[in-house]
């Protein structure tokens, strides 16, 4: 018998909601990260006595994380709510219902609520202007659908996002009673407050987390997945080939960004067609760009989102709020601006080190800093400390690369094997909590029970 239940490769907000629900329904859980530290790409660092989110991570209350949360029997982090959604439009901040009025809002949720739950999939490959091109009468109401579209998606334009998936992230709201003042906020003491727990949970169930620990290969045989290989002895050469020592387990998951899958999984013995589909997909992401200034007051007020449709020079949207920061710096404010981008329309972030990626990169950083300060002089001989981003936020949210058209859970032709995380078919939503919504399919899968 192996030591291991379940082994899962990754400590992302997917491989740590999965970890914590099956060691809380009494399975042994080994967690591998390569990194030295916990949560992915929505980790938490501390810099110069504050608390800083790896990028602008604001989590949706669509529900999948605060269940996993009642699951282990924990408290579910306080939000800070952004209640307020400003527009800048025709030259001046407005808020969106003084953009349309209350019918025509009323009428767009309505649209939103009526759609019949089993004909939403069948939107998925309708860019969203075709949609509300259908029912609009004048350009605000594209306005607010695109304002909805630019927020809960990163990276996705109105016309690049899929209607079937902005559909299924309203109503994740609208089921709940939620307004749309309630969709997200920023957690007290940064994303750290959310993984953490998670972490702690895995130990005190008997679980085990092994940083700095890559999986090297995921070793399959015969129709079944054995387990995940490592390398083990010490390094005596930069280039030498330490030998691999698999730890066994009839149940890996693959808790990976699908961009990383085929650095751990073999492609041979995997069905062409499988391997095919998640080629193409897996540089088919969106980005976000953000600059994080320390101010000593909010640029505005703190619990507005602010968004510019069209930044004057770039083109791109832009979307900019405060949050206040934790750590020894209390008192301090974090002012986040960011472009927002498809893979089709900004420099190449999977390869990010190439030099001439990296001055493409460095212009549009720049662009982003000069365009905004015209927006919001406060950024103008009042920063404290600055810090420059880029990264790739998931797959686009957008026609043909959502829904049946992303892969599930199942790796094919490999019995006890899965892939997690919000790159996956079941993972439909916003970012974070779209992963761990496919974490809970996959512990139900695992577990043969609902959780
Ligand atoms: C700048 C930015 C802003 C974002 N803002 C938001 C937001 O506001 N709201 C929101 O909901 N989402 C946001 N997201 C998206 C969100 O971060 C992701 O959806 C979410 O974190 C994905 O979690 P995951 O567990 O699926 O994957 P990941 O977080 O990518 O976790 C995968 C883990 O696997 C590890 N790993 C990789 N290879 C190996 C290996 N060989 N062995 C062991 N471990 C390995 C990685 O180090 C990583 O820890 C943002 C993303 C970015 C980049």
């Known amino acids: 018998m192996s030591r291991w239940d379940v082994i899962i490769v990754g400590a992302g907000l997917s491989g740590l909601s999965l970890g914590a629900v099956l060691a809380e329904r009494g399975k042994r859980v080994l967690l591998l990260e390569k990194e030295g530290y916990l949560g992915g790409r929505a980790t938490t660092t501390e810099f110069e006595g504050h608390v800083l989110d790896d990028g602008a991570h604001v989590p949706s209350r669509a529900g999948h994380i605060e269940r996993v949360f009642e699951i282990i029997g924990r408290p579910y982090p306080e939000l800070s709510a952004f209640g307020i959604g400003e527009i800048y439009y025709k030259g001046k901040w407005m808020q969106l219902r003084d953009v349309v009025s209350h019918e025509e809002l009323r009428d767009a949720f309505a649209r939103v609520a009526a759609v019949p739950r089993e004909e939403i999939d069948k939107l998925n490959d309708v860019p969203l202007d075709r949609w509300v091109k259908g029912f609009a009468k004048g350009e605000e109401i594209h306005l607010v659908f695109n304002y909805l579209a630019t927020s809960t998606s990163v990276g996705n334009r109105y016309q690049n996002y899929s209607t079937g998936e902005m559909i299924t992230i309203m109503r994740e709201f609208m089921d709940q009673g939620k307004k749309l003042t309630e969709?997200?906020?920023?957690?007290?003491?940064?994303?750290?407050?959310?993984?953490?727990?998670?972490?702690?949970?895995?130990?005190?169930?008997?679980?085990?987390?092994?940083?700095?620990?890559?999986?090297?290969?995921?070793?399959?045989?015969?129709?079944?997945?054995?387990?995940?290989?490592?390398?083990?002895?010490?390094?005596?050469?930069?280039?030498?080939?330490?030998?691999?020592?698999?730890?066994?387990?009839?149940n890996v998951v693959c808790a990976l960004p699908l961009w990383s899958l085929f650095k751990v999984l073999p492609r041979k013995g995997l069905p062409a067609w499988w391997v095919n589909w998640i080629d193409y997909l897996k540089d088919k992401t969106s980005q976000a760009w953000s600059v994080i200034y320390g101010l000593d007051e909010p640029a505005f007020d703190l619990s507005a989102f602010r968004w510019v449709?069209?930044?004057?020079?770039?083109?791109?949207?832009?979307?900019?709020?405060?949050?206040?920061t934790y750590g020894d710096k209390v008192g301090q404010y974090q002012f986040?601006?960011?472009?927002?981008?498809?893979?089709?329309?900004?420099?190449d972030l999977h390869n990010a080190d190439l030099a001439d990626n990296r001055q493409q990169i460095e212009a549009q950083l720049d662009l982003l800093e000069e365009e905004s300060a015209e927006l919001f002089p406060i950024i103008k001989g009042n920063v404290h400390w600055k810090v420059r981003?880029?990264?790739?936020?998931?797959?686009?949210?957008?026609?043909?690369?959502?829904?049946?058209?992303?892969?599930?859970?199942?790796?094919p032709e490999v019995e006890g094997l899965y892939i997690v995380g919000d790159c996956v078919r079941e993972a439909v939503g916003i970012g974070?909590?779209?992963?761990?919504?496919?974490?809970?399919?996959c512990a139900e899968e695992i577990l043969g029970e609902k959780v």
């Open 183 to 250: 969709m997200a906020g920023v957690p007290r003491g940064g994303m750290k407050s959310i993984y953490e727990p998670l972490a702690e949970s895995i130990v005190q169930k008997g679980g085990e987390i092994r940083l700095r620990t890559p999986a090297k290969m995921i070793v399959t045989a015969k129709g079944r997945v054995r387990g995940v290989a490592m390398e083990e002895g010490r390094r005596a050469l930069h280039s030498q080939a330490l030998p691999l020592r698999t730890v066994e387990s009839d």
């Open 309 to 324: 449709p069209t930044m004057p020079k770039s083109g791109l949207s832009g979307i900019f709020f405060n949050m206040p």
């Open 336 to 347: 986040h601006i960011s472009y927002q981008g498809h893979y089709c329309e900004l420099p």
């Open 389 to 411: 981003h880029a990264g790739i936020y998931g797959i686009a949210q957008s026609p043909g690369l959502v829904g049946e058209k992303r892969p599930p859970i199942f790796v």
């Open 432 to 441: 974070m909590q779209s992963a761990v919504r496919s974490a809970l399919v």
